[in-house]
Every structure is written in structure tokens, then in C-alpha cells.
């Protein structure tokens, strides 16, 4: 399971530390799951879910802050040299 889509991960982290104490980097595809998973165990796009609806299940755990960074799209495409500074 991805940490984004779960929202619970992201929502418990967040909560052992006050608000704005560290920032959260949120790196997903928000297309869910390859067709090549764990032998097929899993459904291509399984925990697929927009950045949006990400977003509303973070808002309504109270989880949402400003200091929680979205990034989508994959690590090598995201994740450049300037964000691992």
C-alpha cells in the first residue's frame, strides 16, 4: 500500500509531532498500483485515488497542513536535486 492513499500513515505520523515541527513530502503517482506487482497478487491501479481526493481524506482527519508537500508523479521524475537539499 502506498503511503498517500492511505492517508492513515501520513495522518499518524503527523500527529506525533506539533504542526509545523517538520514538513511532510508527499511522493506519489496517484495512479496506483503497475500491472507487474508482487506476481500479479495485486490489481493494476489498485489504490489509485487523485490528489484531490487524497487531499479531502487528509482534510477531514484533520490532517491536512501547510506544511505537507505533494508531488506527483514518480521519484525520477519528481524528486530533483533541489528537494533533496
Do not use: W
Not at 35 to 64: H, I, T
Amino acid at each position: 500500500m502506498n503511503l498517500v492513499y492511505t492517508k492513515d500513515t501520513l495522518s499518524i505520523e503527523q500527529s506525533r509531532h506539533p504542526p509545523t515541527s517538520i514538513k511532510y513530502f508527499a511522493f506519489d503517482s496517484f495512479e496506483g498500483l503497475p500491472e507487474n506487482n508482487e506476481g500479479g497478487k495485486f490489481a493494476k491501479g489498485q489504490y489509485a485515488g487523485s490528489l484531490e481526493y487524497v487531499k479531502d481524506n487528509l482534510r477531514k482527519r484533520g490532517a491536512l497542513r501547510d506544511n505537507t508537500f505533494f508531488y506527483k508523479g514518480f521519484y525520477d521524475e519528481t524528486l530533483t536535486h533541489d528537494l533533496q537539499q
